[in-house]
């Protein structure tokens, strides 16, 4: 058995990056945020692989990738509608029925079902920003194929 989530996770930064924009500016995507990101941005990490619908032939798993859309504003200003905006734009790309943005077939792995298994939407108070999340949690079910 094989864990695909390392493909997973390079599909979504390559299908979302460039072609996510706020105010007329692309969103950085990152696995690893740099200590000299700008905002907002995007982190894109995995969860989980846990294996599911055992049979004789196939490995088969459902993938946990996360989607964090990060914004900040000074004190007062700003709020959770640039997350919503992003996470919109995101989840078009992402969560479709054909799975085209989930082509793992040159890494020997067929993604049959893609699901959005819930946004969060968060608020950090801290002394410095005011921090306002959106995080996708992406379900991806895997067959390996060889």
């Known amino acids: 058995m ?18 996510v924009q706020h105010d007329g500016q692309n969103i ?20 989980s692989t846990n294996q599911i619908d055992d049979n004789q032939t196939r490995y088969n798993v459902e993938c946990i990738t996360r989607v964090e859309v990060i914004t900040r504003f000074l004190g007062d200003v700003g709020g959770d509608l640039e ?9 078009f790309l992402l969560v479709t029925k054909n799975q085209s943005a989930f082509d793992l ?12 298994s819930g946004v969060t939407y968060l608020q950090d108070d801290l002394s410095d920003h005011t921090y306002f999340r959106a995080v996708l949690e992406l379900s991806n079910k895997v067959e390996q194929t060889n």
Do not use: E, L
């Open 83 to 91: 997350a919503n905006n992003i996470m919109n734009s995101i989840m």
């Open 2 to 19: 094989r864990d695909p989530i390392k493909y997973i996770r390079k599909k979504i930064i390559d299908t979302c990056s460039g072609q």
């Open 105 to 116: 077939s040159g890494n020997n792995f067929n993604c049959y079902s893609v699901s959005n």
């Open 28 to 47: 950085p995507f990152y696995n690893r945020v740099p200590s000299n990101a700008t905002f907002p941005h995007v982190r894109v990490y995995g969860v």
